[in-house]
């Protein structure tokens, strides 16, 4: 048998032993690449048990605010409008704002083209569902990927700590939005850099710009590699920031909403990228989380950053690259969400990344001094005290690497398990599946198609967005929006929300109006939630309103042609209601 193999080596041009060489060589590289992909399928199992867990424990798309229900709501439109040779379709529902249909920017192409196929399942939910929880396990595979591409011990033990990052980040992962996405594609970015296959950074640049606006995450990056490669190797590498700024232009100039995606992206740049206070009131999202509540929260994040503080060394040393560019990265996100808690997805997992990566030369250390046998040349050991010193050492590293492994697996499994219930008892919570969706049905048979509708809080619109997406409302997605378009519009409309305005009927009615001349059209209808009671009692006690339609969800409420009494207290719709007139003159 060697002789034959002997001879196939020869044929092959290789002597017996280089073959036998080149086929150990390829056997070990088989087993490494099985046991990879072993280490990878155990992870993917566990991002997705986990994942679905989270995001079934609802009925609704997840989770916090409706924006899903905006985003799933314009995939679907996408198609349909691209299936009728109308692409892209014209955006309705907010023409008093910046969005109005003239002006309407899709920051997010990309992420709801790639929504479009969970948009064709029967239940509409569950496929927006389906579509969520893939992206947010797509999310933090790439980051499990990453760490075991590059050989980071015990990725499976990182990857428990990354599930445990965060309580934010768990939340926030499963909405419905392109931030899962974004890691993702953070993740390509990272890895390109890392690997110096620079022009491949244009591309990813352009498609990361279609898709997201934390495209500026990757110029981050580009700029801070770049940062390495000049304090490490002392020269300056200008390609990886030259491409990924080229790649992101080329994304906002071959854009179907050229020019206005860059009139959008400097109003996000001005109202939000600041350090004081907001002019109106926005998104929970976009202010700070106090001291304790981002330490409690963020607790196995803040410990990962600290540890990888404490083992970084050598920043000038090429084999601490990869290393310093996660200090760098992860720092900056640290500080962003200290600033901004909608960044909660982004520095957990990136903090964990950083540890490992700092840690692993320690790591390599303390397995290698342990497993260390007797020296040869110790005079009094002989050859089999030096393997059976060898044999022991290495029985006694195993059971230390077995303990220590172990104990770090149960401390970071306790908050992932804490953090994974809360987060699950924080979905459940939420609103239903089928919340707004007997007022907006209401609305859809009783009021005119393309008359506006006074909704009483910004936020409920995407949900009023998927129930009837071709109805002007008067804000939604972001307040600034309107306080962009028309500040005196938006302070007529905070004050009316908050119960502020004694006759908020007469200025519904004539300032909240679409087109001009005979197409005008004023809101008579307003639609409200049972949280704005200020609004709901002032409004029916100006004499302005008449309920015509209540559930547990919501009310609406038309607004009188002239001022009268006020409609009897407790008395369920439909059953001795006022009319447009006025009440009926029987007792």
């Excluded at 200020?534 to 309920?547: H, I, K, T, V």
Aim: proline share 7%.
């Amino acid at each position: 048998m060697e002789n034959v193999e002997g001879v196939r080596a020869m044929a092959g041009g290789e002597s017996p032993a280089a073959g036998g060489e080149t086929r150990a060589r390829a056997g070990r590289l088989a087993s490494i690449l099985k046991g990879r992909w072993t280490v990878l399928a155990a992870g993917a199992l566990m991002i997705g048990a986990a994942f679905w867990y989270l995001q079934f424990s609802t009925a609704a798309i997840c989770c916090g605010d409706y924006d899903a229900y905006y985003h799933f709501r314009w995939s679907r439109m996408l198609l349909d409008s691209a299936l009728a040779g109308q692409f892209p379709p014209s955006f309705n529902a907010l023409p008093l704002t910046t969005l109005n249909p003239r002006d309407y920017v899709d920051h997010h192409f990309l992420f709801h083209v790639l929504q479009i196929p969970f948009t064709l399942f029967d239940d509409f939910q569950t496929g927006a569902k389906v579509g969520t929880w893939l992206f947010a396990c797509l999310a933090v595979f790439a980051c499990y990927w990453l760490l075991v591409r590059y050989r980071i011990s015990y990725p499976l033990v990182w990857l428990v700590a990354i599930l445990g990052s965060s309580a934010p980040f768990l939340y926030r992962i499963h909405m419905g939005k392109a931030m899962s996405v974004s890691i993702v594609l953070l993740i390509v970015g990272i890895h390109l850099l890392f690997r110096r296959k620079y022009r491949w950074l244009l591309p990813l640049a352009f498609v990361f710009a279609l898709t997201y606006d934390m495209f500026a995450l990757l110029v981050a990056a580009s700029v801070f590699w770049a940062g390495v490669i000049l304090w490490s190797e002392r020269r300056l590498e200008w390609k990886p920031v030259a491409l990924v700024a080229a790649g992101a232009l080329l994304g906002f100039v071959i854009n179907p909403y050229f020019p206005h995606n860059f009139q959008l992206l400097y109003q996000h740049l001005v109202i939000k990228v600041t350090p004081k206070d907001f002019t109106t009131a926005v998104g929970s999202e976009w202010y700070p989380y106090s001291t304790w509540e981002f330490l409690g929260n963020c607790g196995t994040a803040v410990v990962a950053m600290v540890a990888g503080y404490l083992a970084f060394r050598d920043a000038a040393s090429r084999d601490r690259q990869r290393a310093f560019f996660l200090l760098l990265f992860s720092t900056l996100l640290l500080l962003v969400q200290m600033r901004w808690r909608r960044f909660a997805e982004y520095f957990p997992p990136f903090a964990i990344l950083f540890a490992a990566f700092a840690l692993e030369p320690l790591i390599a250390q303390v397995r290698a001094r342990l497993a260390r046998p007797v020296q040869e040349n110790d005079a009094a050991a002989t050859p089999s005290d030096v393997r059976a010193s060898a044999e022991a050492r290495m029985e006694n590293a195993r059971a230390w690497e077995f303990v220590l492994v172990g104990t770090a697996l149960i401390l970071l499994a306790a908050p992932a398990v804490w953090y994974a219930r809360v987060t699950s008892q924080d979905i459940a919570g939420m609103g239903g599946p089928d919340r707004y969706r007997g007022g907006m049905e209401w609305i859809s048979k009783n009021v005119p198609a393309g008359e506006p509708v006074f909704n009483s809080d910004w936020d409920d619109f995407p949900k009023l967005f998927f129930y009837d997406p071709q109805r002007p409302f008067i804000a939604g997605l972001d307040p600034t929006y309107l306080l962009d378009r028309d500040p005196e519009l938006m302070r007529h409309y905070e004050r009316i929300g908050r119960g502020e305005e004694e006759n908020p009927g007469p200025i519904i009615r004539e300032k909240f109006c679409v087109g001009e001349g005979e197409a005008r059209r004023c809101a008579r209808y307003v639609i409200t939630d049972h949280e704005h009671e200020p609004f709901y009692n002032n409004a029916l006690d100006s004499g302005w309103f008449d309920e015509v339609y209540a559930d547990d969800d919501c009310a609406i409420l038309r607004v009188r042609d002239e001022q009268g009494p006020p409609p009897p207290d407790n008395v369920p719709p439909g059953e001795d209601q006022p009319t447009e007139d006025g009440p009926d003159s029987g007792e």
